[in-house]
């Protein structure tokens, strides 16, 4: 089996110790998961990113418009961008002073900006966006296989900075606009809503938006030739139509309408289980080149040529990031040590989707991994453990194996509106471990804080409790 962005099994990194109560205080710089990634001194209110791309060269030149807050008193504004070259920069208007180090933008602020203040920042710049390297492999802006040279995005953790500035947290979410200009005849995609396209002989403009708000890393555009088929699933919790849209080569097209056709399914399943769609739309993009791990990108998951096989041998994965929907992009992460939040909830999907549909059930699901993870090093703290073990199996196997154990403990009914209720109050925010723990408490009070606490905090694996007959259905 494999899930999202699980790019590397890495072993051996130091553990960051932390207090498990710590987690969701704020957090300083220095105890910071990646802290060289992102500022603390403002938070995004929008971006408006205006990108042209040349297939033929592989340049983008980019103009993005940030629509800010400062938190602290601010004479210079920080901001991530990889490898491209900024060529203006203005703040409030007013053309300033940037200087450009590694992967970092400094602005000099034409005046101080109190805490509190609203401020825009544009920045002009280009280059050739190449992903950025880290400890998960190469991320971000990446060119796909496809004969029309086209783009990807799958930038989660680190590589929104390789192809837009931005403020690289995840849990400084925004609203999104999305202006790519492309060679006639290509086509565009990105998160959101097409709000326009205008050719004007050669070229045209694809216009998105996206209310989001959208934490950088799930932000995406791909370009190249795809063919598009559109679905639509009734919302359980509300009766809303959502509508979907599937891009794929069109030489994969057959066996992508297949494997993708169980979304409206997913989602009315999903929708019963954890509250309302949250976002305006949903869709699914394979491009045209083989990738580790699809990614969630917030309304457009994407997925590489690997993982469609005209048989459904991926489902699992296609059920996992419509559930990162809910899990990851509404409720998105305070700081990467929270991982497990996405992708053990992202994993229950998966176990919950299969026993739905009268396959294995989440609790033979939970059994066969749990004597995994027993035969395994038990040398991880799945809610701390360390930066560069963010995408161990075990954030995955054992943090599904903890919500299951919730679930045994507490009986679906009080699980699932736990569940639906920990989205409904987060939906948009951010969250950490230590306020689930305080959450699920409040659903089965002196039971699932230790219960919990033993999962996530502890190294020794505690053991699954029995199941209830209850619990064999979702
Ligand atoms: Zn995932």
Request: contains cysteine.
């Amino acid at each position: 089996m494999t899930r999202c962005t699980r790019r590397a099994l890495i072993r051996g990194a130091a553990l960051v110790p932390l207090a498990a109560t710590a987690a969701d205080q704020m957090l300083r710089s220095a105890d910071r998961y990646f802290a060289s990634h992102g500022s603390y001194d403002h938070h995004t209110v929008s971006y408006d990113l205006r990108l042209a791309y040349d297939p033929s060269s592989g340049m983008l030149d980019g103009r993005a418009r940030i629509r800010a807050v400062a938190d602290r008193p601010l004479r210079r504004v920080e901001l991530d961008l990889a490898r491209l070259t900024v060529h203006t920069a203005r703040v409030d208007g007013v053309g300033v002073h940037v200087r450009q180090r590694q992967h970092k933008l400094f602005l000099t602020t034409p005046r101080l900006l109190a805490a509190g203040t609203p401020f825009t920042v544009e920045v002009g710049y280009g280059g050739r966006p190449e992903p950025v390297h880290t400890p998960f492999g190469s991320i971000g802006w990446d060119r796909t296989g496809d004969e029309h040279n086209g783009t990807l995005v799958a930038a989660q953790p680190l590589g929104a900075p390789s192809w837009f500035p931005c403020n690289d947290r995840p849990d400084d979410k925004a609203e999104f606009t999305f202006r790519v200009t492309v060679p006639d005849g290509h086509h565009a995609l990105a998160n959101g809503t097409l709000r326009e396209r205008r050719g004007n002989g050669s070229t045209e403009c694809w216009t998105y938006h996206h209310p989001g708000p959208m934490s950088p890393y799930l932000a995406a555009v791909y370009t190249g030739r795809f063919s598009h088929d559109s679905w639509q699933a009734r919302d359980s919790a509300t009766g809303r139509i959502v509508t979907g849209r599937n891009s794929y080569p069109t030489s994969l097209a057959e066996q992508a309408r297949y494997d993708l056709a169980r979304q409206p399914q997913m989602l009315g399943a999903f929708t019963g289980w954890f509250g309302p769609y949250p976002f305006e739309s949903y869709g699914a993009v394979v491009v045209d080149a083989e990738l580790d791990e699809p990614v969630e990108n917030q309304t457009l998951s994407v997925f590489g040529s690997n993982h469609i096989d005209g048989a459904r041998g991926w489902e699992t994965l296609v059920a996992h990031e419509l559930a990162h929907q809910w899990f990851g992009n509404s409720v998105s992460l305070r700081d990467w040590r929270d991982i497990w939040l996405n992708e053990g909830f992202a994993t229950y999907c998966e176990w919950l989707w299969s026993e739905h549909i009268g396959e294995d059930t989440a609790d033979m699901i939970a059994r066969e991994e749990w004597g995994y993870l027993e035969g395994n090093a038990q040398d991880l703290r799945i809610a701390d453990p360390g930066e560069r073990r963010i995408f161990d199996d075990r954030i995955y196997t054992r943090g599904a194996c903890a919500l299951h154990a919730l679930r045994l403990t507490m009986g679906d009914d009080r699980f699932f509106a736990m569940m639906r209720a920990w989205h409904d109050e987060h939906r948009g925010a951010s969250a950490g471990t230590a306020a689930f723990l305080a959450h699920a408490e409040r659903y089965a009070p002196r039971t699932a804080e230790p219960l919990l606490r033993a999962w996530l905090y502890e190294k020794t694996l505690p053991s699954l409790p029995h199941a209830r007959p209850e619990s064999e259905e979702a």
